[in-house]
């Protein structure tokens, strides 16, 4: 079988497994870790495909570099595998299974949280690592105004089958994200149906827009090897999945953000997505330097999920109060299953990688327990002083810097106070959220 088609089925399968619209029909799972994090919530199966595009188009690029007589792959950590080869990726892309096929690494697509994409080739190569190229990508980003709030209105494009109501669910979100966080990009949004040529369509305005025009060095093989493929899988099988991409390296640097139509969700949920996304996409706009501490881990994917939730409940599109409350229980049992295991555990995704093989409880840690983290941190300060000082303070201040200075105690000591505050009353630990 092709190389192409076994990515095909093997993400048709992933899509399947995620969507909760339709009934899973019960066919044996493959064996794979993906289906691990398959089983979880929706819209937590939707992020992960965002998450998996950035390591996902690191594996991309690297299997574009002709390969020797030697029809060898090499892995996401460095190491070299012979063509045939299958098993689990390395370094930051280590939780999905991959396979080598002519020089060719294939990998599924799912969430291993791709914290800092220059990490991995620092591990590869050390010239990538000195702080002179972290300072000189700094230094543009800010220059070219990644990180302030552009005045360039985010633009939305639809597949032709779809009508103006599904998009209208994910502008809706974007919008209330934009409304409180400011707006960032500048961001195009697409929204795919389920027409392919249509599909096809969208897919080669995103990769002019993503990657520097028609002309761009990238653009055919975003259109017939990367993102493109994905966005006519996406309509070839109604997914419900969803990537976000941010091109940094432009000249004009943008970032833009991809769904399935969010009709097929219950009401309310495709705009509580797009504000998680929005949410992402502020984060990245707050990252010019790769190699600093940034955001743990643990808070990116709670911090985006409690603010989606936040923004939600005032739309009246969740029940922030509801939600939170199950994302305790969970993270609680979690708790008691594993004691001593914590978000500690996962603050970069080295130590994210080493901990996913002695328990499935990385997704809980990120999300629900990372939820609770955010509210501990606003309930600390406030709403606004979390995502609008201690988020943009780490460009200038940097991960450890900013975080110090917002909430008043080092990332060590947040653990400790997190502990206790972990072990006590659901009835303390529910009082200390905000009301929308
Ligand atoms: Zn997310």
Redesign the pocket.
Known sequence: MKLTKVLAVLIGMLVLACSSAAPVPAEPTPDIDATVEAKVAQE?AV??T??AKVSGTLSASEAKTPSTTQAACKLTGGETVQSGWTGEDTGNNSCNSCFCTDGVLGCTKMACPAHLALSRDCSLDNQYCNSEGGDETSTRLIGLGWNKPTSVQTTYLRTSDLSDDSVRVVEDGIRAGEDYLGSYGPLRVYVIGTDVEAAHIVAMDFCSWAYGGVNGDNYEYCLESDQGVEIREIAEYAGSNAFAQHSRELETPNQSFVIGNPLQFESGLGSRIAI??Y??IYQNANKVDENDFGLPLWL??GS??FLALYLSQEEGWADFRMAMAEALESAKDLQERHPGIGIQDIETSESRDALQSICDCTGMLQ?ETGQWATAWLVNRTSLDIFYKSYIPDIVDLGGHGSFEKHFGLTVQEFYGEFDEFMSSSTGNQLAILPIP
């Open positions: 937590r992020d992960a965002v998450q998680h996304e949410v992402h990116e994917e985006a999920e999300y």
